[in-house]
């Protein structure tokens, strides 16, 4: 009899980890802090480019979403979580799909305040946040119960407003 040897092979791929920073650079390569993604549809991006899942940090800072970042079947192996140094500091990544408004005047009414809305702007709208605060919306006294913001919401049939 002659010897047999068995030979086994065991391959493993690493995941793959991605950075993102609110001051990156989606033409980075994403794979380190200082080359960090901007935005975390980039690092998605990647993420599904890598094939076998991996890891996304978010640096500390505020990240405005122009669209809706949706997670499907293709993104279940991957983990998504604050950068853990800045985490170790008490800071956090926030993903924002709101559109700032500014350039608020007072209407010369007291407390009230009208600004133009955006161009980025859709109606409807749920929630107003000022200075990280939910503000009230406006509505009118004369409220009618079939009038949509009866039931806690408003669209832009039922506002008056400026555009830009």
Do not use: C
């Not at 007072?106 to 107003?128: D, E, N, R, V």
């Not at 009038?147 to 408003?154: F, H, L, P, V």
């Amino acid at each position: 009899m002659y010897p047999v040897f068995l030979v086994v092979l065991v391959f493993t791929a690493s995941a793959a980890t991605f950075y993102v920073s609110p001051h990156g650079d989606d033409t980075r390569s994403g794979t380190s802090r200082a080359s960090a993604f901007a935005t975390p549809a980039r690092a998605q991006q990647a993420l599904g480019s890598a094939g076998n899942g991996g890891t996304v940090y978010l640096a500390a800072g505020s990240y405005s979403l122009g669209t809706t970042l949706a997670f499907g079947a293709a993104d279940s192996n991957s983990r998504w979580a604050t950068d853990p140094q800045d985490e170790a500091r008490g800071q956090q990544a926030v993903l924002s799909g709101g559109v700032p408004i500014e350039s608020w005047r007072s209407t010369g009414t007291k407390g009230h305040m009208a600004a133009a809305l955006p161009p980025a702007f859709s109606a409807p709208f749920t929630q107003l946040w000022v200075m990280g605060d939910r503000a009230i919306r406006a509505r009118s006294p004369n409220i009618q119960p079939q009038d949509t913001y009866a039931r806690g919401y408003s669209t832009a049939s039922v506002l008056t407003y400026e555009k830009s």
